[in-house]
């Protein structure tokens, strides 16, 4: 079982940039696929980047490819979330996600495990 902390929310400009951690307990970080997932409100939680165990594969929504950048450093049990070129659009609760499965998954039920979720808004 792993347990999820998500930091690094906050107000930004449009145009501006936010860089998101999630930091994980347990000793086997290494071997879980992690992901960021976000919900607007009034709308559905939506995948937004996931990245495997290794870090040699990630995966985006075509809403922030180019902009978004997932990575892990699992020496320290932590996946970033680098967000540059902000839109009104972004706007939403931010998740982290982590599953040990092997399929890659993109849904909310592909993932076990979830952080509390940090706010982050964009003004515009």
């Known amino acids: 079982q792993v347990q999820l902390v998500e930091s690094g929310g906050g107000l930004v400009q449009a145009g501006g940039s936010l860089r998101l951690s999630c930091a994980a307990s347990g000793r086997t970080f290494g071997r879980y696929t992690m992901g960021w997932f976000r919900q607007a409100p009034g709308k559905e939680r939506e995948f937004v980047a996931g990245i495997n165990w290794s870090g040699g594969c990630t995966s985006y929504s075509d809403s922030v490819k180019g902009r978004f950048t997932i990575s892990r450093d699992n020496a320290k049990n932590t996946v970033y979330l680098q967000m540059n070129s902000l839109k009104a659009e972004d706007t939403a609760v931010y998740y982290c996600?982590?599953?040990?499965?092997?399929?890659?998954?993109?849904?909310?039920?592909?993932?076990?495990?979830w952080g509390q979720g940090t706010q982050v808004t964009v003004s515009s």
């Open positions: 996600a982590a599953h040990d499965r092997v399929a890659w998954g993109v849904n909310p039920t592909d993932y076990d495990y």
